[in-house]
T-cell receptor
Framework: DAKTTQPNSMESNEEEPVHLPCNHS???????IHWYRQLPSQGPEYVIH???SNVNNRMASLAIAEDRKSSTLILHRATLRDAAVYYC?????????????FGKGTLLTVNP | DTGVSQNPRHKITKRGQNVTFRCDPI?????LYWYRQTLGQGPEFLTY????????KSRLLSDRFSAERPKGSFSTLEIQRTEQGDSAMYLC?????????????????FGPGTRLTVT
């Protein structure tokens, strides 16, 4: 699976927007971009995914660069419950396993 | 739908003992994955099942590890002759509703994990 690069940590204030970046310069045409997050002492939780177009759901928005070499997860109004490690993961739709290959992710701290 | 459940949540064992963990996936999912997570790292893939068939095993899964998914429902992960290096969080996930085609777009639903401590 192609690798992703994320900042080790980011900080935000409550009720402010948060933009979490991810670089994936070696992404292939068949790779989906997935985001998961892991709250303290819990298993990872699916956030959002996309292929080429920007995506919105109740949790977040995903902005994908036109060349697909980078993406940004947007939390529109951070809450204390959003404090977690956020993982950006590429999933190859050309294979058949669809395992998730996690990096170290970005630790998001939300200040009250 | 009660989500993915794992038992036990915590297990402390002495080096050399055998341990077994259980995972109950979301009932309509036909894919089941096991991951291992050590402190400060992201989860690492161990193995996965499609229905009852174990289709891939990571090289992380030594001969002391065995996983089963009888009848394509719950799964067990057994570690024989545990070592201190086996101490980790063991996570189970399921995906892909039955009757739907395969695809990389399906999200995985994770359980809370089993934390293993080998003393």
């Amino acid at each position: 699976d192609a690798k992703t690069t994320q900042p080790n940590s980011m900080e935000s204030n409550e009720e402010e927007p948060v933009h979490l970046p991810c670089n994936h310069s070696t992404i292939s045409g068949t790779d989906y971009i997935h985001w998961y997050r892991q709250l303290p002492s819990q298993g990872p939780e699916y956030v959002i995914h996309g292929l080429t177009s920007n995506v919105n759901n109740r949790m977040a928005s995903l902005a994908i660069a036109e060349d697909r070499k980078s993406s940004t997860l947007i939390l529109h109004r951070a809450t204390l419950r959003d404090a977690a490690v956020y993982y950006c993961i590429l999933k190859d739709s050309g294979g058949s396993n669809y395992k998730l290959t996690f990096g170290k992710g970005t630790l998001l701290t939300v200040n009250p | 739908d009660t989500g993915v459940s794992q038992n036990p949540r915590h297990k402390i064992t002495k080096r050399g003992q055998n341990v077994t963990f259980r995972c109950d996936p979301i009932s309509e999912h036909n894919r089941l994955y096991w991951y291992r997570q050590t402190l400060g790292q992201g989860p690492e893939f161990l193995t996965y099942f499609q229905n009852e068939a174990q289709l891939e095993k990571s090289r992380l899964l030594s001969d002391r590890f065995s996983a089963e998914r009888p009848k394509g429902s719950f799964s067990t992960l057994e570690i024989q002759r545990t070592e201190q290096g086996d101490s980790a969080m063991y996570l189970c996930a399921s995906s892909q509703p039955r009757g739907r085609g395969t695809g990389a777009s399906y999200e995985q639903y994770f359980g809370p994990g089993t934390r293993l401590t080998v003393t």
